[in-house]
């Protein structure tokens, strides 16, 4: 384990950015750091700004929180505006815009397995996996890969295929909850009873 450690950590917590020009790398940090605290505090990462030319680290163990200051900074280097209260702004705007996307990953899979009638919410938690891992591999593609072979094994042996297909795909929904929720991904999943 502690030789494998510090790479897996690494992979799994911190994303390289990189920036249009040394000078947004300035902007992003902003007098006396005023711009990269409220970065930090809005979006629940550290940002690491260090020599390298054009590039900043965003760290953080929750990667939807990553994604977000990803798509935060995305969209401030688009604007050239970074100032506390603009950043404010397109925080709560691609909070709204990755919510919305999460939805539209989670839509694909249902209609790609053929499924119906499963809760809005637990939708919006199966597009979360695409930004969870789980045993190197991701979330996301692992619920689908299992999804189907539970609807293969299941039509070999005479049982409901889309059932199959749905216990599949919901086996590991626990991954997408956040640190609200205790204990392991398993009681997680189970945390809430859906319609």
Request: proline share 2%.
């Amino acid at each position: 384990m502690a030789r494998f450690a510090s790479e897996y950590t690494s992979e799994r917590t911190v994303s390289v950015m990189s920036l249009t020009s040394d000078e947004m790398k300035g902007k992003i940090i902003g007098r006396e750091g005023r711009n990269i605290r409220t970065l930090e505090a809005m979006c629940g990462v550290d940002l690491i700004v260090d020599d390298t030319p054009e590039t900043i680290v965003i760290s953080g163990f929750d990667p939807v929180r990553r994604e977000l200051a990803r798509r935060t900074i995305d969209k401030l280097m688009e604007d050239g505006r970074v100032h506390p209260a603009r950043i404010e702004e397109v925080v709560e705007k691609q909070k709204v815009e990755l919510q919305k996307s999460m939805k539209e990953e989670g839509d694909k899979v249902i209609v790609e397995l053929g499924l119906a009638g499963i809760h809005t919410e637990l939708v919006k938690y199966i597009g979360a996996l695409k930004y969870r891992n789980i045993h190197a591999q991701n979330a996301l593609n692992h619920g689908l890969e299992v999804a189907h072979i539970a609807g293969l094994l299941a039509a070999e042996l005479g049982y409901n295929v889309k059932l199959a297909k749905r216990a599949g795909v919901l086996h590991g929904i626990g991954l997408a909850a956040d640190h609200s929720i205790e204990g392991n991904y398993a009681t997680a999943g189970g945390y809430r009873d859906w319609e």
